[in-house]
């Protein structure tokens, strides 16, 4: 398994989401051997409805999801280490939680 520290979804910056997502998929392939455990960071405002709603889009048992709250209290950092087969399945996840209000992922 090699490193994807070096990727984060902000880095890959194109104005069209289709060639963001293209471009993304790409190096995913580039860097990762699927099928595997894949390692998603989001930080959102802290609320219980937030969490949830990231916790429900990630349904494999496999799922390990950690929640650390920011210094101040005001936000929630959400690790969440998940099976996936493909690439395409990551960038799926990716874009479902895209839904949720005020999210970043990283």
Same mark, same amino acid.
């Given at each position: 398994?090699?490193?994807?520290?070096?990727?984060? /979804?902000?880095?890959?910056?194109?104005?069209?989401? $289709?060639?963001?997502? #293209?471009?993304?998929? *790409?190096?995913?392939? *580039?860097?990762?051997?699927?099928?595997? @455990? +894949?390692?998603?960071?989001?930080? %959102?405002? #802290?609320? @219980? *409805?937030?969490?949830? *709603?990231?916790?429900?889009?990630? %349904?494999?048992?496999?799922?390990?999801? #950690? /929640?650390?709250?920011?210094? $101040?209290?005001?936000?929630?950092? @959400? $690790?969440?280490? $998940? +099976?996936?087969?493909? #690439?395409?399945?990551?960038?799926? +996840? +990716?874009?479902?939680?895209?839904?949720?209000?005020? %999210?970043?992922?990283?």
């Amino acid at each position: 398994m090699k490193d994807l520290s070096n990727i984060n /979804v902000q880095d890959i910056n194109t104005g069209d989401k $289709t060639d963001f997502y #293209a471009s993304f998929r *790409e190096k995913l392939v *580039e860097v990762e051997q699927f099928p595997t @455990l +894949y390692t998603f960071k989001f930080i %959102v405002p #802290a609320s @219980l *409805e937030n969490n949830a *709603e990231i916790e429900k889009i990630f %349904v494999h048992p496999s799922t390990k999801i #950690a /929640v650390k709250d920011s210094k $101040t209290g005001k936000y929630n950092s @959400l $690790t969440v280490e $998940t +099976y996936v087969a493909t #690439a395409d399945e990551v960038i799926a +996840y +990716y874009k479902q939680v895209a839904k949720i209000d005020k %999210v970043i992922m990283l």
